[in-house]
């Protein structure tokens, strides 16, 4: 069974940094673009960052982008997001997902193959 998984989420005060980690496991998802989404309370999931299958190219969203870092460790079967300059806007369950191959297959996709559980990142003012 193929599967995601999140950590790395808790309470951080705005201003400071907290890096998510996605555990991909069930299949080499080596070969799949990744990226993350959040959902703050009462709005819809929005796209965060996407990184493509080998690493060499990433995405932002204007709200991720000079503050959010997307990493992945194709060996170690593992996504990252490094936080900083954190916002209570942030505030939000982040989720990992898996899909196609380019970073424009996650950003461009209305189902993507492979989602994790969510993770709360909460930015306190």
């Known amino acids: 069974q193929a599967q995601l998984v999140e950590s790395g989420g808790g309470l951080v005060q705005t201003g400071g940094s907290l890096t998510l980690s996605c555990a991909a496991s069930?299949?080499?998802?080596?070969?799949?673009?990744m990226g993350w989404f959040r959902q703050a309370p009462g709005k819809e999931r929005e796209f965060v960052a996407a990184i493509n299958w080998g690493g060499s190219s990433t995405y932002y969203s204007d709200s991720a982008k000079g503050r959010f870092t997307i990493s992945r460790d194709n060996a170690k079967n593992t996504m990252y997001l490094r936080m900083s300059s954190l916002k209570p806007e942030d505030t939000a369950v982040y989720y990992c997902?898996?899909?196609?191959?380019?970073?424009?297959?996650?950003?461009?996709?209305?189902?993507?193959?492979?989602w994790g559980q969510g993770t709360q990142v909460t930015v306190s003012s």
């Open positions: 997902v898996a899909h196609g191959q380019s970073t424009t297959d996650i950003v461009g996709a209305r189902n993507l193959d492979y």
């Open positions: 069930g299949r080499a998802f080596s070969s799949y673009a």
